[in-house]
Structures are given as C-alpha cells and as structure tokens.
C-alpha cells in the first residue's frame, strides 16, 4: 500500500520568517495531495492541496509544489504568523473520485517563535 | 450547517467493554470515512464507505465494525475493547466528484484501561 513520509516532526521557525515541510510518497498511482492543519483538540482541516497534474499551487501565504518524478511534495508558509502554530499533515490518495480514503504522514508540528 | 458530529468526545472504557462512536452529517456526503490517531502519528483509515449499505476495510480494520444504513450516520463499533484501541478517532466526510475535500469532526477520545 501507500507510505507516505513526513519531515521534520518539528519545526520551529521565528515569526515572519519561512517554513517548508517536505513529503515523500511510494505509490506512483497517487494523484491527491492535500495538506492539512490540525490546532489543538480540534479536527484536521484543509489548507490546500494539488493534483497530480499541476506543478505549483499558491493560496496567499501558502504553496504547495509536487514532483511526479521524485514523488516528493513540499509545504511553503511565508510570513508566518503565531496563528500559523499548529500541527500540518501531508497526506496521498489515489482512488478515483479520491473514494477509498487519505494515506498521512506522521505530522510536522510548526511553531512560530515570537 | 453542523458539517461532521461525533459523539461523545470523551470516553474511559474497560477492558473488554463494548461501545458505538457515533457519527452523523449533514452535507449530503456519500463518502464516510473512520480514522484513529495515536500519539505522534498521522491518521490511519480503520473502515469507509462510498453510500448506504457498502463499507469497505480500511489500513487497520481489526477489532472493530461499522454499518452505514443511511446517507448521514456511520457508526464505528468496539466490541470487545482492547488497551491497544486508546486512540483519538476522527470521523470524515467528502462529496461524489473527483478529490473533493475531506471534512473532519472534532473527534472522541478513548481510553481503555
């Protein structure tokens, strides 16, 4: 099945400054990538995410890129912000319609450094 | 527009007790979903189900059991609980069409002592 890799597992970075976590995928059939942040006792919730079939995607503060070929893709926060402090998770699907469910990484957790 | 209700949020079960972790939503959603998540790990699919009357095993199936006779409600069933099954369990969401978003509950803790 799908294994997906997640680093760092910590990440402390001063605010205003940039952050960047990086995921790894096994399965090549995979064509989902979404990204996720999870705050304390609360649910995962989407923050952004790409298909296999775009390069880059950016919303405001946050990118995502994707290499098919390396199977890795990568989270970019610029200008964090204290709000940014949360636990991000990377995840890979590839069923169609994305039906049989999400692969996830183990989580990075992001803290932004006053 | 309530999105995804767990209940309860809390739970302490003892060993080989048994309990149903409800799920219900609201979104019209045909594709449910039932997560766990240990400590410094990511989410892991325990079942699924893509409509009413069809569940499918997920990465981690053993020790529990779901039913899905309606669009809105996914039950998850512990039947006879284990330490093992201490965990944090998410229920999720997400609408027919391709790699539509996924929408979390808030999630109930269990712990089985």
């Known amino acids: 099945g799908e294994n997906v890799e997640q680093h760092p597992s910590t990440l402390s970075v001063q605010e205003g400054d940039s952050a960047v976590i990086k995921c790894t995928y096994s399965?090549?059939?995979?064509?989902?990538f979404p990204w996720y942040k999870q705050e304390l006792g609360k649910g995962p919730q989407l923050i952004i995410d790409i298909r296999s079939n775009v390069g880059e995607k950016k919303d405001q503060r946050i990118a995502v890129t994707l290499n098919k070929t390396a199977k890795h893709f990568s989270l970019h926060i610029t200008e964090t912000q204290p709000e940014d402090s949360a636990v991000y998770f990377c995840?890979?699907?590839?069923?169609?319609?994305?039906?049989?469910?999400?692969?996830f990484g183990k989580g990075t957790h992001l803290i932004i450094q006053p | 527009n309530a999105g995804v209700t767990q209940t309860p949020k809390f739970r302490i079960l003892k060993i080989g007790q048994s309990m149903t972790l409800q799920c219900t939503q609201d979104?019209?959603?045909?594709?449910m979903y039932w997560y766990r998540q240990d400590p410094g790990m990511g989410l892991k699919l325990i079942y699924y189900?893509?409509?009413?009357?069809?569940?499918d095993k997920g990465e981690v199936p053993n020790g529990y059991n779901v039913s899905r006779s309606t669009t809105e409600d996914f039950p998850l069933r512990l039947e006879l609980a284990a330490p093992s099954q201490t965990s944090v369990y998410f229920c999720a969401s997400n609408g027919k069409g391709v790699y539509t978003e996924a929408f979390f509950g808030q999630g109930t803790r269990l712990t089985v002592v």
């Open positions: 399965d090549s059939a995979s064509n989902y």
């Open positions: 189900s893509v409509g009413a009357g069809i569940t």
């Open positions: 995840a890979a699907s590839k069923g169609a319609e994305g039906a049989d469910g999400l692969t």
């Open positions: 979104m019209n959603h045909n594709y």
